[in-house]
């Protein structure tokens, strides 16, 4: 077993891998170009080492932001036909391509964490005065975008926006999206990663139809929330969002911006109070909504956990945490991204069951300001048993903590560097 500072050594030679100069690759092979919140998440492990570079991580992203607000889930800095769908499909019409979907908007919670600790503090106010204004705009692009009935509470319109592109929870509205009338395609995917961890074919051709409608509309966001047939809230996304603006407006305090600082707050707060209604007694946990439908999702997913990374009701926390004690007895690593006794958990299908460090992180962050500090060290020290047995998978089976997906993954390694950095009980 490899001792601590080795794992530590090992991470960041991953992230050197992956580093393609001004941004990281998720994996080499599999996902080949910039992902959104795989940036955000990175940028935390490099300002271990080299805050400069995890800075430029976040600028890069931001460099590909839309006019509207918008921050795109894929930025295409290099061809590359190792993966589907490419450019050719999103016909963004943007110099350096991107897909037309976003990401969990987990920038700002990144920027505050950076600059927190940044060594660096001319630099960090420097580059976090400069993207400030940016980083609001693509949360008030949200509220505007995919809340247009002023809900308090945002939507997805595509699965691969949640950042958990096959769970559970998006089974039941995804059957209202069509598969006929795709054009035919090549997966890439299952020629680098084992089919069998992966989403399956209809769930692609659904993918790609939703793709294929939004490009049919020109990519105009004030017409794509209502016009797709996908539109889930999901409370994990959402409370990624708060946090974020939380995050931001106390930064926007400390950097001179009371204006941002003032309407983050108003929108965190109001996400707050309406997160509420997504919660199940039934569960104990928060469930996404199908705002088709305007009914809560039957699927007990990590989603509903992950709630917790924003500052919901102690008593909301509390419960959540007795939630994942439960979660606990079913499977030998926390935190299982749908629950083992419910019959659709799959232990190696991607988000139908594995555990992920990211998710994992983001769960113990807002469990430590709960308060909840039991439950922050029992998932902390499942996070090094994995890394410790299974090194840094993209997942894990969270019954036999076995690697799962792509190896070598960027913001696994980013996670094991600052767990193992930050936490007593690592
Ligand atoms: C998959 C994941 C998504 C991630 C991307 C790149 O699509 O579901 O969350 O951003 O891979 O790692």
Redesign the pocket.
């Known amino acids: 077993m490899a001792s601590k500072s080795e794992m530590a050594h090992q991470a960041k030679e991953v992230l050197r891998l992956n580093d393609r100069g001004t941004y990281t690759v ?2 080499h092979g ?2 080949p170009f910039q ?4 940036s955000a998440l990175s940028a935390i492990g490099f300002a271990h080492f080299d805050e400069a570079r995890a800075w430029t991580e976040i600028d890069t992203l931001f460099a590909h932001q839309w006019e509207d607000g918008m921050v795109p ?1 894929i930025i295409f800095h290099q061809p590359d036909e190792g993966y589907f769908p490419g450019p050719e499909v999103w016909q963004t019409g943007r110099d350096v391509p991107t897909s037309g979907i976003t ?2 908007p987990v920038t700002g919670f990144a920027v505050r964490r950076i600059f927190d600790r940044a060594q660096d503090k001319t630099l960090a106010t420097l580059r976090a005065t400069a993207l400030l204004p940016k980083i609001h705009a693509w949360h008030q692009w949200f509220f505007r975008a995919r809340d247009p009935q002023e809900t308090g509470l945002v939507a997805i319109i595509h699965p ?1 926006e ?5 769970s559970v929870d998006w089974d039941r509205a995804f059957e209202r999206v069509p598969i006929e009338g795709v054009a035919p395609f090549t997966r890439r995917d299952t020629s680098h990663a084992n089919p069998a961890h992966r989403p399956t074919d209809a769930q692609y051709k659904r993918y790609i139809w939703l793709v294929e409608k939004f490009r049919s509309l020109g990519w105009d966001n004030t017409q794509l929330h209502d016009a797709s047939p996908f539109r889930v809230v999901d409370p994990g996304f959402n409370a990624i969002l708060i946090r974020s603006c939380s995050d931001l407006a106390d930064l926007a305090d400390r950097l001179g911006e009371p204006e941002i600082a003032d309407q983050s707050r108003a929108m965190a707060a109001k996400g707050i109070a309406a997160m509420e209604t997504l919660w199940s007694d039934a569960h104990g946990q928060y469930l996404c909504e199908d705002r088709t439908l305007g009914t809560l999702i039957d699927s007990p997913s990590i989603g509903g956990i992950l709630a917790t990374f924003a500052a919901i009701p102690a008593d909301r926390a509390k419960a959540l945490a007795q939630r994942i004690d439960i979660l606990a007895k079913s499977c030998d690593f926390l935190v299982p991204s749908h629950d083992p006794t419910a019959p659709d958990f799959d232990g190696l299908r ?2 139908r069951g594995p555990a992920w460090l990211i998710v994992n992180y983001m769960i113990a962050d807002g469990m430590k300001q709960a308060g909840q500090t039991a439950i922050v060290d029992k998932i902390m020290s499942d996070c090094v048993r994995l890394i410790e047995k299974s090194g840094f998978a ?1 997942y894990y089976d969270p019954t036999t903590g076995a690697p799962c997906g ?1 190896t070598q ?3 696994t390694a980013a996670m094991v560097i600052e767990i193992l950095q930050t936490h007593e009980a690592a």
């Open positions: 998720p994996t599999l996902y992902w959104n919140w795989d889930h990401q969990p691969w949640s950042g958990r592109d096959n991607y988000w993209e792509g993954f960027t913001w």
